[in-house]
């Protein structure tokens, strides 16, 4: 099947790497213009331009930066039928270690970033017309608690409940826009780099006598035993991105290996 998402204009935060550029690549395979927005210029402007997009700069937790992405993308393409909030960054640690700037830091780019992109995008698919489709990156850390991932489970888990209610919002005003979440596990991604030290034996078991890397962490935790990739996580996004969940609003879409099953 080709051409799933044809036609449809998509805003993907965070495109320049990991999960971000997965869900961009994908998409614009499937029909989408892709607009990518991240921090990480270099990069963001080589996805845009390999998969034939758009590239802006984009500080998520700037609202001031969403009113102006927001008005290139209407001036630009004069529509926008997806959003995935995926921009984040996972900070890990001790409650008691955990400073209060990085629990700040964290919130603002995790949770604030996806309230604004909500905010700000919502006008434009309704007055694109056609519904739209809505998909906020969560985690399987917004659905189980996580030793030393206090912080970054606090804010995934807001990201969950924020999205049923935005669902709920408009399914009221029966304005066509579908809103879900998705919830990576393991996934092989540049978020790990800053967490993999921290969390030691998350998954209850005893990890190797070194720092542990994904692949330990995935071995541990996942019941598949393995890691997923972005790969993985673009082809949920995909579907909940096309026509072909025009029935599903508010749902968790765990993509995990198993891992929410222990």
């Known amino acids: 099947m080709t051409g799933r998402v044809a036609g449809k204009v998509a805003l993907v935060t965070g495109g320049?790497?990991?999960?971000?550029?997965?869900?961009?690549?994908?998409?614009?395979?499937?029909?989408?213009?892709?607009?990518?927005?991240?921090?990480?210029?270099d990069k963001g402007e080589a996805i845009a331009a390999a998969i034939g997009g758009h590239y802006l700069h984009h500080d998520v937790t700037d609202e001031a930066a969403w009113i102006e992405v927001?008005?290139?993308?209407?001036?630009r393409l004069g529509r926008?039928?997806?959003?995935?909030?995926?921009?984040?960054?996972?900070?890990?640690?001790?409650?008691?270690?955990?400073?209060?700037?990085?629990?700040?830091?964290?919130?603002?780019?995790?949770v604030d970033g996806v309230f604004l992109g909500v905010k700000h995008s919502l006008p434009l698919m309704r007055r694109s017309g056609g519904g739209g489709s809505i998909i906020n990156m969560s985690s399987v850390?917004?659905?189980?608690?996580?030793?030393?991932?206090?912080g970054y489970c606090a804010t995934k888990g807001a990201v969950r409940l924020f999205t049923k209610s935005i669902a709920m919002e408009c399914a009221a005003a029966r304005d066509g826009v579908r809103v879900n979440s998705v919830h990576p596990g393991i996934i092989d991604t540049?978020?790990?780099?800053?967490?993999?030290?921290?969390?030691?034996?998350?998954?209850?078991?005893?990890?190797p006598d070194?720092?542990?890397t994904v692949d330990d962490i995935a071995a541990l935790a996942a019941p598949l035993g393995t890691k997923g990739?972005?790969?993985?996580?673009?082809?949920?996004?995909?579907y909940l991105a096309s026509?072909?969940?025009?029935?599903?609003?508010?749902?968790?879409?765990?993509i995990d290996g198993g891992l929410i099953t222990r």
């Not at 850390?141 to 206090?150: D, E, R, T």
């Not at 540049?190 to 990890?207: L, V």
């Not at 026509?243 to 765990?254: A, Q």
Request: charged letters at 20%; hydrophobic letters at 45%; proline letters at 3%.
């Open 80 to 110: 926008l039928d997806i959003l995935v909030n995926n921009a984040g960054i996972g900070i890990g640690g001790p409650v008691t270690e955990f400073s209060l700037a990085d629990w700040r830091r964290q919130q603002a780019v995790n």
């Open 16 to 41: 320049a790497s990991g999960i971000g550029q997965g869900c961009a690549e994908l998409l614009a395979r499937e029909g989408a213009t892709v607009v990518v927005t991240d921090v990480q210029d």
């Open 141 to 150: 850390a917004g659905m189980k608690g996580s030793a030393n991932m206090s």
């Open 229 to 238: 990739f972005p790969a993985d996580i673009a082809a949920g996004v995909l």
């Open 190 to 207: 540049p978020i790990w780099d800053g967490i993999t030290s921290t969390i030691g034996g998350a998954a209850g078991n005893s990890g």
């Open 70 to 75: 927001i008005a290139e993308i209407d001036k």
């Open 243 to 254: 026509d072909e969940s025009r029935y599903v609003t508010g749902i968790e879409l765990v």
């Open 210 to 212: 070194r720092p542990l």
